[in-house]
């Protein structure tokens, strides 16, 4: 059983920044983060697998950065230059393949508990 403890999140105003981050109590191909913003379907925002392949969600890209720690086992997330509508709760997911519509997959994906990130204008 793979754990994901998350860290970061709050609160900051339109064009602040945060940063977000989960470690895994093992290794996995793939980690990443998904959100999911009240009303609205969960939304993959960044993964990052194998060496370093990285892919961000379109509406991210060139704001937030994915990195993995020294440990291989934390993924972090950079969120700058927030908007309003990056509000939504943040979930860190793992798993041990990858797919662009499902993000970390594979034989089984794992979740965290999510952290909320608040975007006020």
């Known amino acids: 059983q793979v754990r994901l403890a998350e860290s970061g999140g709050g609160s900051v105003q339109a064009g602040g920044s945060l940063s977000l981050s989960c470690t895994s109590s093992t290794y996995t191909y793939c980690m990443g983060w998904f959100r999911q913003a009240p009303g609205k379907e969960r939304e993959r925002v960044a993964s990052i697998r194998g060496g370093n392949s990285i892919s961000y969600t379109d509406s991210v890209k060139g704001r937030f950065t994915i990195s993995k720690g020294n440990a291989k086992n934390t993924v972090y997330l950079q969120m700058n230059n927030l908007k309003p509508e990056d509000t939504a709760m943040y979930y860190c997911?793992?798993?041990?393949?990858?797919?662009?519509?499902?993000?970390?997959?594979?034989?089984?994906?794992?979740w965290g508990q999510g952290t909320q990130v608040t975007v006020s204008s």
């Open positions: 997911q793992a798993g041990g393949a990858y797919s662009d519509r499902l993000g970390c997959t594979g034989g089984q994906t794992y």
